[in-house]
């Protein structure tokens, strides 16, 4: 585990130190979600979506809708 002190801006800011962003792999734009129980803050980053993974499906229900138009065409079921 590791220990560090942040100071909050009159902004209500705060700098995560670079050693947690480094260890967290977050940089510019990164996410993070927000957990308070009354007494401490939770901070848990949100990873990014696989776009790879988010386009095999979009290509997946391309091909079936294909398939599926193409079958209704020759007379297939409705």
Known sequence: ???DIACLS????FVIPRRFRDI???GTG???AIV??????LLQPIPRPNTKAFKA????????S?????????GGRK
């Open 1 to 3: 585990m590791h220990l």
């Open 10 to 13: 009159s902004r209500g800011q």
């Open 24 to 26: 967290l792999k977050l």
């Open 30 to 32: 990164s996410k993070l």
């Open 36 to 41: 308070c129980d009354g007494k401490r803050l």
């Open 57 to 64: 499906v979009i290509d997946g229900v391309d091909r079936w």
């Open 66 to 74: 294909k398939k599926a138009a193409a079958k209704k065409a020759k």
